[in-house]
Structure formats: structure tokens, C-alpha cells
């Protein structure tokens, strides 16, 4: 053989021993290159087949989608529900899912499919998602209720005030009682006690020291011993009539002094012609004795109630 023979041959097989990268599917596979000559091509071609086959399915097993982890629930790809899976809350699904509303609302479009507990969902339950948000849906557990306040005590009535005595009527028309008395012996009464034979005024029981007032505004006329009628005072008022005040057992004023209506003029006493301490109290029409009228009906014509 020649020199050029033999090198050739040399050649060959080294590039027998060659392996060639082939990449199929993204996946690089060795495949040896076949030999020159008859002889070696059979066993290269049975090589080769199953590392083809081989790169085929590596090729497919990657385009092919992941398979569930175990212990993974498959989820339903409808649109609208959610199969719960192990290890889910409803806060969970709510928050993943983006259900308006919140979980609240999750539990409230699904309580027939949950039950009266929102904390126990249980795998392969199907739930919509399709729910409005609301209110928070009540727990199972109903919340403790706070315990009504005791009643407060009722307050005790207020005491009612104790009704003010009446006032004693205000004179009226500038006119007043000569003494804080009842009369006793009447106007006009006969007897021969009196000179008249008759009573020419009205008398008020009073004890000694009474205070003695003016029945209405006037001049003081007489203030002093009057014979019967003990210590007298008499005062002219502005219609014209005249009051007399006697049996005093003290003068407060003096003549020409003028008084105001109820204003202390002197004291009862039992002076003069008496039988005991009181008040003769007389009305006139003039200064002198005999002009006596009625002395209760001048003071209530006078709006004088007595």
C-alpha cells in the first residue's frame, strides 16, 4: 500500500471517534459519527435511532406544562369560581383573586356552600367569585354583648315649697284699717252709756299699746285730752271728712301735722270714759260732735275691706 493509502485510512478512524452535537428540541445530544466502510455502518445506524428517540422526548417533555406539585388541589379554570385548595383562607382567596369586597363579601356570596363558619372551608369546596361587596357578614360565634348599665336611681322628688303666706291687701284707694283688729261693738247701737244714746262709732278690742294708724292722708286737727273720749286725735282728710282716734293711752303726732295713709299716729289704751282697753273709732261729716256717719260703710266705699 501506498504512503497515501495508509494515511488515509488513519484518517478515517480518528474521525470515527468524533462525536457530532446535535440539538433537537433546545436539547444537545451526542451522537458518534459512523465509520467508513461496511462494516461499522450497521451498529452506528442501531446507535443512532434510540438517541433521536431520545432528544424527541426530552424536546416534547419541555414544551409539555409543569404537573401539580403534590398536595396541590387542580383549580377549575372556568371563569368566576375558585376551588379551594388545601392550606386556603377565605382572605387568602379574596386578596388573590381580587373579589370586591373582601373576604366578607367571598363569605356572603357562598355561605350556602361554606356553612356558619367563615374559618372552615374545606378542599375541592367550589366557590363564586362573582359577589358584591357588602358589610362584613356576622361570625358564627355571636359577639358578647355588653352588659346593660344598672339603672340609674330615679331622682327623689323635690321637696314642694311651702305655699308663702298671702300678703295682706294693700289699702286700696289711699285708704286703710285704723287697727289690725275685727270691730266689736257695732255703729248705732242704743244705750244709755253713750250721752247720744247711741253708739256714734265702732270699737276694736285691742290691748293696751296696739299701734294705732291713720285710715288715709290728712292734717292732724285735735291731738290730746278730749273729756269721754280719754286722749283723742282727730285728722280732716281731703274729701272733707273727718276720723277720730280715742281712749289712747299715748299721742304720736301733734296739731297741723299731716300724715300719710297707715302711718302710726298712736297707741291703744283704756283712757276716758272706758271700760277696758280698746279703739273708739268715729267718721264725721264736720269737726264737732253729732256728725257722725257709719264708720265701716265710709271705709269699705272706700275699698277698705273689714
Known amino acids: 500500500m ?28 451526542a451522537l458518534p459519527l459512523a465509520a467508513a466502510g461496511t462494516a461499522n455502518a450497521a451498529p452506528a445506524a442501531a446507535h443512532a435511532a434510540p438517541a433521536a428517540e431520545t432528544a424527541g422526548d426530552r424536546a416534547t417533555a419541555l414544551a409539555a406544562p409543569v404537573a401539580a406539585q403534590p398536595g396541590e388541589a387542580e383549580q377549575v379554570a372556568s371563569a368566576g369560581t375558585y376551588t379551594v385548595a388545601k392550606g386556603d383562607t377565605l382572605f387568602r382567596i379574596a386578596t388573590t383573586e381580587d373579589v370586591d369586597g373582601g373576604w366578607e363579601a367571598l363569605y356572603d356570596g357562598n355561605q350556602d356552600v361554606i356553612g356558619d363558619d367563615p374559618d372552615l372551608i374545606k378542599p375541592g369546596q367550589e366557590l363564586s367569585l362573582d359577589v358584591v361587596g357588602g358589610a362584613p357578614v356576622a361570625q358564627s360565634a355571636p359577639a358578647p354583648q355588653a352588659a346593660e348599665p344598672a339603672p340609674a336611681p330615679e331622682p327623689e322628688p323635690a321637696p314642694e315649697p311651702e305655699p308663702e303666706p ?36 265702732v270699737d276694736f278690742a285691742v290691748s293696751t299699746g296696739t299701734p294705732i294708724k291713720a285710715v288715709a292722708p290728712g292734717t292732724v286737727v285735735t291731738a290730746g285730752s278730749g273729756g269721754s273720749y280719754g286722749n283723742e286725735i282727730v285728722i280732716r282728710h281731703d274729701d272733707g271728712h273727718y276720723s277720730q282716734y280715742a281712749h289712747l293711752s299715748s299721742l304720736g303726732v301733734s296739731v297741723g301735722q299731716t300724715v300719710a295713709v297707715g302711718e302710726q299716729i298712736g297707741l291703744a289704751g283704756s283712757t276716758g270714759n272706758s271700760t277696758g282697753p280698746h279703739l273708739h273709732f268715729e267718721v264725721r261729716t264736720g269737726s264737732g260732735y253729732g256728725s257722725d256717719v257709719d264708720p265701716l260703710a265710709y271705709l269699705r266705699a272706700n275699698g277698705v275691706t273689714i
Open 2 to 29: 501506498s504512503a497515501r493509502g495508509r494515511h488515509r485510512r488513519q484518517r478515517v478512524r480518528r474521525i470515527s471517534r468524533i462525536s457530532l452535537v446535535l440539538t433537537a428540541g433546545g436539547a444537545g445530544v
Open 166 to 201: 298671702a300678703p295682706e291687701p294693700a289699702p286700696s284707694a289711699g285708704f286703710t284699717s285704723p287697727v289690725d283688729a275685727p270691730p266689736s261693738t257695732a255703729y248705732r247701737v242704743a244705750g244709755s252709756s253713750w250721752s247720744s244714746g247711741y253708739h256714734t262709732g
